[in-house]
């Protein structure tokens, strides 16, 4: 039952307590039957989703049919997306239908839980630093913040172990769409690599593109105001490449780095997301390109997606790829420490694409 709304916080210290501190979050929040929107979350004009700065042809992210890993015209379409949009969706890639719809109910049961059950997860009460419950992104450095709660869950070497953490109501099914979408990473990586003239990904290449993984149940509740907030903020990952599992509700946009207006990724049954993220930018010196995205709120429904985030390991150093740079080619950017390179973007609110610069040669 949701709580009444006379307990409705009146202060903004209050807000911010009910939403972080006591671990309510946003969709706790959205709950108590607000009819407008808190100022916490009210974003500066600039940050608001303008309708007018929308492109006008929708079909423009490529939908990629995976049926036939082994066709040179899917590695020549994987290869040019990564390129030229940093993002294509893929359909008919091999993980079963049900193990997508599984881990999206999961998540939805997830939130269902009292607020007193996920605050357990949260940064200051988790046993571990494998499993995160918050909320918006880094809340203490944002100067608004986001509607959005997330569930972050680490992927270690041994996933069953690491997953023998993580809350019991969706454990398995975030497990197994883990599980199930590995496949899908190597095949991708396999066809990006060769695209670099990578002939071979060894251990030691495959440790530093997919050393790690992090998997997040996001969860983005019905909005009194969307027009003046935002779901997600301006951003590109930090990850080698991102596994994104979108519900039917939509609210994805990518910037289009020629026109700079925004691109609908409109929901696909049965599809995945597939994004470059800063670590392959940097590790292909520039030519696949990880690209500012941006999800809106929504005033009619709640949305959830699971993105799974395939990084480097943290304490892996990324550069431009040898083979990259063989041809003479000028180096872009600089060698740099993972773990550093993550802190630097978790250290202030989303802003773009200004964490790459953190990598600049």
């Known amino acids: 039952m949701a709580p009444s709304v006379s307990i409705l916080p009146s202060s903004p210290l209050n807000i911010l307590d009910f939403v972080v501190n006591k671990g309510h979050g946003v969709k706790g929040l959205a709950e108590l039957g607000l009819k407008s929107l808190p100022s916490q979350y009210i ?53 079963a239908s049900h193990v997508l719809e599984d881990v999206k109910d ?36 944002e100067n608004a913040l986001e509607w959005k709660d997330y569930l972050s869950l680490f992927v270690a070497a041994n996933v069953d172990e690491a997953a ?49 993984k992090r998997i997040n149940l996001n ?20 990850s080698t490449l991102t596994v994104l599992l979108q519900d039917d509700i939509g609210g994805l946009y990518v910037r289009n780095t020629e026109t700079m207006k925004w691109i609908h990724v409109p929901p696909v ?3 995945l997301v597939i994004n470059v993220g800063d670590a392959l930018q940097i590790m292909s010196n520039g030519k696949y390109k990880s690209v500012e995205h941006r999800v809106v709120a929504n005033g009619n429904s ?22 990259v740079l063989q041809s003479g080619e000028k180096r872009l950017y600089k060698n740099v420490v993972y773990k550093d390179y993550v802190m630097h973007f978790f250290s202030k609110g989303h802003d773009g694409k200004a964490t790459v610069e953190f990598a600049k040669a």
């Open 164 to 212: 023998s953490l993580w809350p019991p109501v969706c454990r398995n099914e975030a497990l197994e769409y883990v599980k199930s979408s590995e496949p899908v990473v190597k095949k991708l990586m396999a066809i990006l690599m060769k695209g670099l003239n990578v002939k071979e990904i060894d251990e030691n290449k495959e440790s530093m593109l997919m050393g790690s």
């Open 106 to 141: 999961a998540t939805h049961r997830f939130y269902e839980l009292p607020a007193e059950e996920k605050h357990k997860y949260s940064k200051e009460r988790s046993v571990s630093n494998s499993v995160r419950f918050g909320t918006s992104f880094t809340p203490e450095a």
């Open 269 to 271: 049954s049965g599809s």
């Open 302 to 323: 709640n949305r959830v997606s699971v993105p799974i985030f395939v990084n480097p390991r943290p304490s892996d150093v990324i550069g431009p790829l040898p083979e």
């Open 219 to 238: 969860y983005y509740p019905k909005c009194p105001n969307p027009e003046l907030t935002v779901g997600v903020g301006r951003h590109s990952d930090v």
């Open 43 to 95: 974003q500066p004009p600039q940050e608001r989703f303008e309708t007018n700065n929308e492109e006008a042809n929708q079909d423009l992210i490529p939908v990629i049919d995976m049926s036939n890993w082994d066709d040179p015209k899917v590695a020549r379409a994987v290869c040019e997306a990564a390129r030229k949009w940093g993002f294509f969706q893929i359909v008919n890639h091999g993980v």
